[in-house]
């Protein structure tokens, strides 16, 4: 059976384009970029024009990007890095309840060391009020860290006016960017953003890379302590490969990034528009506009997510939820919960993330068979008066 | 994840839906996820004559419930007030170990159904 992969968020397939461009790294050309001899002169070269490339997708200089192995990493050097080195102006930092555990658990543990957070709400919707970023403004506020769009409602949150409220306040502004980069126009300079992450396998690249843009002049302190590598803020033999991977990675998003973006849009709101009209009982969550391109959310009334997963995966469809029972920790998502969204709702949730890869086939396979898996559950649920 | 016989319960689950005048029903909340179950039985002469279940939460509660009334069907109260659910997990060729709470809810909702049949005789007599 053809997978159908509706999962774009949670990781993309390598781009073969960005597989070739890797694959020499991978054999005879192994050197360490900072060795003086060929071999490493060459890494080192390979290395800088990925650098350029990711600088370019951002509207910065290479010499603010740094690579890292991931989205994590990059959040973790951001929050860390900067609470450490500001300490002495304040302990205050203001997030949103939405953000990926990446930011919310480091910023956990920044509590635990002495640091007071304040975790903005949203809007039913999933997006911050400025308002309320600037009503959670103190004296010794030092960083404001919002992420560019949500991974699960694919919610874009309004960044140009959260960086233009912390350039006023002279504090530092960093957004996890991982969904967005390579999706929609970012340029920090545009939107006043300090501190910006991504990920390499969001975008086609691979696994294990990622990138922390770190605007010139922001005071901070790196994590680790070792070589000299990626002027100390990320220490250790580069990975080469990974790091090539997540340039060409980069070029590909950028090239007819807006015609790239509507294709899978359309793609995308066939799939909303064939759900609403053939179910009953299910709601699309998130921003009808300010949204990523890919991704389709939904509640289906009176079933539970995991349910609906295993009967999809048996249609070769692989997708997600948001639902209690998937989770691990039996929570509910925190993102739905503070969308307001009621925890039995939440329960039924559906995230299908589109990609490049996907076709109106693959659509329509959706629309077939997710209606009878609906039914069929809801014939079996309890809370579904109808069909008693 | 599952063992092949939850999957196989999960995808074909036995006695769903609901007994129209039942002996006794049962209906039980999970309060660690959120899950709802409920379970109607009709009994006779001491006996689980029929029984049917309803469940709103994930393949593990589905097959669990599926599994229960299996297992309770033709069985006299006092031996189906034995049924834990670690003997349905055990039918099941096991749950993994976060899904053990889901095999709760399926023995609470039988023997809430039980207590609600044993009520309602009490009360007649
Ligand atoms: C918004 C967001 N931040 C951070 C991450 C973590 O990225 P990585 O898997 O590269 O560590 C993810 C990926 O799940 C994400 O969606
Ligand atoms: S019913 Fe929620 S985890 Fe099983």
């Known amino acids: 059976m053809k997978t159908i992969y509706l999962d774009h968020a949670a990781t993309t397939p390598v781009h073969p384009r960005v597989l070739e461009k890797m694959l020499p790294y991978l054999k005879g050309q192994y050197g360490n970029p900072s060795s003086v001899y060929r071999l490493g002169r ?60 990446a930011i919310l658990h480091t910023a956990a543990a920044l509590e635990k060391e002495g640091f007071s957070v304040t975790y903005l709400p949203v809007d039913k919707y999933g997006q911050v009020r400025i308002a309320d970023l600037e009503a959670a403004i103190r004296e010794d506020t030092i960083l404001i860290s919002i992420m560019y769009a949500n991974n699960e409602v694919g919610t874009i949150q309004p960044i140009q006016e959260i960086g233009r409220v912390a350039r006023e306040h002279g504090i530092i502004f960093h957004t996890d960017a991982v969904q967005a980069a390579g999706y929609v126009p970012i340029d920090v300079n545009r939107d006043n953003i300090d501190l910006l992450s991504l990920s390499g396998h969001k975008l086609y690249g691979p696994k294990g890379i990622g990138a922390l843009y770190i605007r010139k002049g922001t005071r901070m302190a790196p994590l680790m302590g070792g070589g000299a590598q990626e002027r100390n803020w990320r220490p250790g033999t580069e990975n080469v490969p990974g790091i090539i991977g997540l340039g060409e990675a980069v070029a590909l998003a950028r090239e007819n990034m807006e015609e790239r973006a509507e294709g899978i849009r359309r793609l995308r709101d066939k799939l909303i528009n064939g759900v609403l009209e053939r179910i009953d009982h299910v709601r699309v969550n998130g921003h009808l506009e300010q949204r990523l391109p890919g991704n389709a959310h939904f509640a289906f009334e009176f079933i539970e997510g995991e349910s609906l997963l295993l009967n999809l995966d048996l249609e070769g469809i692989a997708a997600s939820s948001g639902s209690a029972c998937t989770s691990g920790s039996l929570e509910p998502s925190h993102v739905l919960l503070a969308m307001g969204i009621p925890h039995e709702i939440a329960h039924g949730s559906l995230r299908l993330t589109l990609g490049e890869d996907n076709t109106e086939e693959d659509v329509e396979r959706v629309l077939a068979v997710l209606p009878p898996i609906v039914k069929k559950l809801r014939d079996m649920s309890p809370l579904c008066r109808e069909s008693v | ?24 029903v049962g209906q039980v909340g999970n309060p660690r996820c959120g899950d709802i179950m409920k379970i109607t039985i009709k009994v006779d002469d001491n006996r689980i004559t029929d029984i049917k279940f309803k469940t709103f939460g994930c393949a593990a509660a589905i097959a669990t419930s599926s599994m229960i009334t299996e297992m309770a069907i033709g069985k006299t109260i006092e031996e189906a007030l034995q049924l834990t659910n670690k003997a349905v997990a055990e039918a099941l060729d096991g749950l993994p170990p976060v899904k053990m709470h889901c095999s709760n809810l399926a023995a609470d909702a039988l023997h809430a159904a039980i207590k609600d049949y044993q009520e309602r005789v009490g009360a007649s007599q």
């Open chain 1, 42 to 101: 060459e890494a080192k070269k390979a290395i800088e024009d990925a650098r350029e490339r990711v600088a370019q997708l951002l509207g910065a200089e290479p010499r603010e990007i740094v690579f890292t192995s991931g989205g994590t990493e990059s959040d973790n050097i951001a929050l860390q890095g900067v609470a450490r080195a500001n300490r002495g102006r304040g302990k205050h930092i203001i997030t949103s309840s939405i953000e990926h555990h």
């Open chain 2, 1 to 24: 994840m599952y063992t092949d016989k939850v999957m196989e319960h999960f995808l074909n689950p036995k006695n769903v839906g609901e007994i129209e005048n039942p002996d006794g």
